[in-house]
């Protein structure tokens, strides 16, 4: 079972969870973060790190938000590593509190 990155990191992309990592597991797309599922050795670390709360266990994924599962799957194996924290885009903390963002994924 591997952890997935869900909606909420969308126009977020807080990186706190990226310098927890022991395994360098996350990949970095144009605005949001997600975690190789083959990388993944399921530490848990991440989750808390996360501001928005957007890190879950596979099996713990809201409904709603399943689909992510697979985008992670996908975009890990397109997008590129990152393996330091970088600072949040300037209007994250705006974002945070929007939900619905999906439409908004850059792939």
Known sequence: MAYVVTESCIKCKYTDCVDVCPVDCFREGGNML???PDECIDCTLCVSECPVDAI???DDVPVA???F???N???AKKWPAIVERK???ADADQW???SDK???LEK
């Open 65 to 67: 938000q399943r689909e």
């Open 87 to 89: 600072d949040a885009p």
């Open 102 to 104: 999906k439409n908004l």
């Open 56 to 58: 879950y266990a596979e």
């Open 96 to 98: 945070s509190k929007v």
């Open 73 to 75: 799957a996908e975009m």
């Open 34 to 36: 997600v975690i190789d």
């Open 69 to 71: 599962i697979k985008i």
